[in-house]
């Protein structure tokens, strides 16, 4: 226990985690405050003046249809009529749908429809941060040496690295739960104060938490990628190299790759879809290929699958789980020179 | 008495972009209870494979390595409370004070905090503790590494090159400390290049030249057994000197004139100098063994002793051909 207690301490000294902390803390304030001050409260006032504004805008458009249509049919027979005679002799007329109130409407934070969206960013930026602190926490204990002074204390290597790394997912969890807390509580009163809160039933307390659950998940997971490359390549830096070759040419390589050699479902591939099915449950990809023999009497029916967060999930942890092997195992057998 | 490190055929191969580098080829060390034993040897003989090999940093391809009568790497977990160590100027978090990166130490080994300051004080860093680390000099970095291995209060203390950046004045209390630490029944394993520094500190030592034992021993043992035997011969009358000269060449001794004094080499027994001068009337007023010291041993031992215009290039030192050596432990 007493290398545990160690590796807590440490997690906390460490300047670049502590800063990392404060800027995800400082981008997600500001991103809170935007949000605050860019929504409105709808009163009894601005949703009649909305509407007013709708019902005139609506009129607007009916009386310029008229007219024009007016002008297309006393155009004489034989004379070129004006290009949008076409349109408006069709009998396309506005309807009143197309001019709803909420158009004219400053915007409102409604915390039912849109705190899930939210829930992505956060899981998003906190997921970068989680990374570089994962990689750093172990990169930089080797590239300083300091992880051979550790060794010539705690010579089971197996240990050390499996302390730090589960010291490592529990205070990722903890910044996690403490940063999503703080921005549920920020966009919860942004609801209040800024929009409504309405029809929030258990069922849809359920549903984000579910949905903030797996934003967690992707945090750690995140974090404990970041960990796994940096103690394989026993820098930090190796790790970002790693993820940047992988999110910059990998992904574009990879894209212009599948285009070309023509492969059904490219999208099923690349990075961002499966983040995409992880924190929204399931998203559909299309096959952009499809063979046009399957367009039978011209009813072209579009390709699709879903991919679930279940079939992300079990990729991204089978992934993960291949890297903590591979660098526990090389931990365990390379010199330390 | 009890050897608390022991080294039997110890071989490190590493594998290199060059193509593999046999670093430690049968090396052998004892080390005694309570002794300060200098390790040395030229550069990369292979001093700190051998102290990483130890200490489990490094696996060996073969050997028999124990600490305190425990077999190594295997119970190493057992022993290292008693092992404290640098190697090679160590390096340390450079954001970290000296007195947090000796507190998570002190955690790690699961030692009492009170330590911290014992050692920050011995070191003499007392006063620049809460400095970070990477605004110290050479030598607070190095009086850092020494209080790390201290802090466990160790009865094995490993030291490669200590020494390294210390400034005179902590070169001595270096070497006090290391008197009364030995003293207080702590065995010292010291590897230096200052051999001047060794002479006067350690009780014996072992050295190593590309990989192998070349000499091991007692400081005066192997001084003795490696001292080129010569001997500095004065008379009472200096212009007896060409005749004196004359009767030993003649007795079958090799030596140099010199304008006051002659030097014979390969002496075994001085006294028999003096019986054949006397014999012939020759008074000698001084006749004194040439005491070498350790720098003109190791430098014949690993033949490494610089020739003028050329430029010695490391490795360029004496391997044995077995793991034979002079005098054993
Ligand atoms: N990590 C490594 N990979 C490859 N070769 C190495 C490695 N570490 C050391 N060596 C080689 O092993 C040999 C012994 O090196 P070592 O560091 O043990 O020497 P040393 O006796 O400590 O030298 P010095 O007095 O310069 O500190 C050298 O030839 C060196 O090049
Ligand atoms: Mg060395």
Not at chain 1, 13 to 25: A, E
Request: with cysteine.
């Amino acid at each position: 226990m007493s290398l545990v207690r160690a590796e807590r301490r440490r997690f906390f000294k460490r300047r670049l985690i502590k800063w990392l902390v404060v800027v995800g803390v400082v981008i997600l304030g500001v991103i809170a405050t935007a949000v605050f001050f860019d929504n409105q409260k709808v009163s009894a006032e601005t949703l009649a003046s909305a509407e007013a504004k709708a019902e005139a805008e609506y009129d607007f458009a009916m009386a310029d249809f008229q007219r024009q249509l007016k002008a297309c049919q006393e155009v004489p027979s034989g004379n070129v009529k004006p290009e949008y005679c076409q349109w408006v002799e069709s009998g396309e007329q506005p309807q009143r749908d197309w001019y709803r109130a909420e158009y004219y409407m400053p915007s409102t934070f409604v915390f039912k429809g849109q705190f899930e969206e939210m829930i992505v960013v956060w899981a998003a930026i906190m997921a970068v941060i989680a990374f570089v602190i994962g990689a750093s926490f172990v990169g930089a204990e080797w590239s300083t040496g300091s992880m051979s002074s550790l060794l010539t204390w705690r010579p089971k290597r197996m240990s050390v690295l499996g302390t730090k790394l589960a010291v490592l997912v529990g205070w990722l969890t903890t910044i996690a739960v403490v940063t999503g807390g703080l921005w549920t509580a920020a966009l919860w009163a942004t609801a209040v104060y800024r929009g409504s809160t309405a029809g929030m039933t258990p069922g849809t307390w359920q549903s984000l938490g579910l949905t903030g659950l797996r934003g967690l998940g992707l945090i750690v997971a995140i974090g404990v990628l970041g960990f796994a490359l940096a103690t394989l390549g026993r820098h930090t830096g190796v790790a970002l190299g790693v993820a940047l070759a992988v999110v910059v040419v990998g992904q574009v390589g990879l894209t212009i790759l599948l285009l070309m050699l023509r492969v059904p479902y490219p999208e099923m591939y690349l990075i961002p879809t499966h983040l995409q099915a992880w924190m929204s449950k399931v998203v559909q990809v299309s096959n952009p290929f499809a063979n046009p023999a399957d367009c039978m009497g011209g009813q072209c029916v579009e390709q699709v699958k879903s991919i679930t967060w279940q079939d992300t999930g079990s990729i991204t942890l089978g992934a993960i789980v291949v890297l903590l092997v591979l660098a526990f195992w090389q931990m365990r057998r390379r010199d330390v020179s | 008495m009890t050897a608390v490190l022991e080294i039997q055929g110890l071989t490190k191969t590493y594998r290199a972009r060059g193509g593999p580098r046999r670093a430690l080829d049968g090396f052998e060390m004892y080390v005694e209870a309570g002794q300060v034993h200098g390790f040395l040897g030229p550069n990369g003989s292979g001093k700190t494979t051998t102290l990483r090999t130890l200490l489990g940093l490094i696996r060996p391809d073969s050997g028999d390595l124990r600490i305190l009568g425990r077999p190594v790497p295997a119970e190493l977990p057992q022993v290292i409370a008693h092992v404290g160590a640098i190697v090679e100027s160590p390096q340390f978090f450079p954001h970290f004070s000296a007195r947090d990166t000796l507190s998570l130490l002190a955690d790690a080994g699961n030692l009492p905090q009170s330590r911290v300051d014992w050692a920050l004080e011995l070191v003499g860093l007392r006063d620049r503790a809460k400095e970070r680390v990477k605004t110290y000099s050479l030598g607070m970095k190095q009086r850092l590494a020494v209080a790390s291995a201290l802090l466990k209060q160790p009865k094995l203390l490993i030291l490669d090159e200590p020494a390294n950046g210390l400034d005179p004045g902590g070169i001595r209390e270096m070497r006090d400390m290391m008197a009364t630490l030995s003293a207080g029944g702590m065995t010292v394993v010291l590897s230096s290049h200052i051999l001047g520094e060794v002479q006067l500190i350690c009780d014996s030592v072992t050295i190593i030249s590309l990989g192998r034992r070349v000499a091991a021993g007692p400081v005066a043992e192997v001084l003795q057994a490696h001292s080129s035997g010569q001997v500095r011969v004065a008379l009472e009358t200096a212009a007896d000197l060409s005749a004196a000269a004359q009767v030993l060449v003649a007795a079958g001794m090799q030596l140099q004139a010199h304008a006051d004094h002659l030097m014979l080499t390969g002496v075994d027994k001085p006294a028999l100098v003096a019986r054949l001068l006397a014999e012939r009337q020759l008074y000698v007023s001084e006749l004194a063994p040439v005491h070498a010291d350790l720098e003109s041993v190791f430098l014949e031992l690993t033949g490494t002793a610089p020739v003028p215009g050329q430029a010695r290039q490391v490795d360029q030192s004496v391997k044995p051909d077995t793991a034979q050596d002079g005098v054993s432990a």
